[in-house]
């Protein structure tokens, strides 16, 4: 599986951002995947952000982007994107898409099989 992210940019605070993976090597409803969001700012430990099932159907958020960032997913784009909306400095971070199989909707990163490089999202105060 080969995941691949991009949207990362600078914004200002307040602002929105989207970010999007594309996914290949995998058939997203046929492997159940789910996708995610994992997110690491500089001198910080890396966290979960956000991760939806492959049917889009459940949904985990982090409490700190919970009624700002959105995740979605098209299964027939392989693909999944993070709308995030009302940005804050604290949100600055590169920014990671991951994927598991038959997974559930974990939060834990060990249960993350797959990773894409890192997009950087940085929001000027």
């Known amino acids: 599986v080969q995941l691949q992210a991009s949207g990362g940019g600078l914004v200002q605070a307040g602002g929105s951002l989207r970010l999007s993976c594309a996914a290949s090597?995998?058939?997203?409803?046929?492997?159940?995947?789910?996708m995610g969001w994992f997110r690491q700012a500089p001198g910080k430990e890396r966290e979960f952000v956000a991760a939806?099932?492959?049917?889009?159907?459940?949904?985990n958020y982090a409490d700190s982007v919970k009624g700002r960032f959105t995740i979605s997913r098209d299964n027939a784009q392989n693909t999944v994107a993070l709308q995030m909306n009302s940005l804050k400095s604290e949100d600055t971070a590169t920014y990671y898409c991951?994927?598991?199989?038959?997974?559930?909707?974990?939060?834990?990163?060990?249960?993350?099989?797959?990773w894409g490089q890192g997009t950087l999202v940085t929001v000027s105060s």
């Open positions: 939806a099932s492959w049917s889009g159907g459940a949904a």
């Open positions: 991951v994927a598991c199989a038959f997974c559930g909707v974990p939060v834990r990163e060990q249960q993350y099989r797959s």
């Open positions: 090597g995998l058939t997203f409803s046929r492997s159940r995947y789910t």
